[in-house]
């Protein structure tokens, strides 16, 4: 079955760097675009930034644009976003999607649990 595992996150400082990763298995991953999307406590989930099944195109929230980019590695069937310029409005959990089409509404097939990131001194 699918299944989506994220790591990476962890506490920051503002003004710092993260790299999440989201691990995938259990489908054809370069059949499928992938996203990421946020939940901070007591919020809506955002989303965040999304890459088509090449990786040729990407999507983006425009409060991360500049600040985070996200990645695939379709030989390794991974996904990633680095995310620098951290700031403390960043903090929530992401999570990685994937569907078999690149849009920024919530509607994606399959989800991770999700990796938490804390932006803080």
């Known amino acids: 079955q699918v299944q989506l595992v994220e790591s990476g996150g962890g506490l920051v400082q503002p003004g710092g760097s993260l790299r999440l990763a989201c691990a995938a298995s259990g489908f054809i991953f370069d059949d499928y675009a992938m996203g990421w999307f946020r939940q901070a406590p007591g919020k809506e989930r955002d989303f965040v930034a999304a890459?088509?099944?090449?990786?040729?195109?990407?999507l983006y929230a425009t409060f991360v644009k500049g600040r985070f980019t996200i990645s695939r590695d379709n030989a390794k069937n991974v996904l990633y976003l680095q995310m620098d310029s951290l700031k403390s409005e960043d903090t929530a959990v992401y999570c990685c999607?994937?569907?078999?089409?690149?849009?920024?509404?919530?509607?994606?097939?399959?989800w991770g649990q999700g990796t938490q990131v804390t932006v803080s001194s």
């Open positions: 999607a994937a569907d078999e089409y690149m849009k920024s509404t919530s509607n994606w097939r399959s």
């Open positions: 890459i088509s099944r090449s990786g040729g195109n990407t």
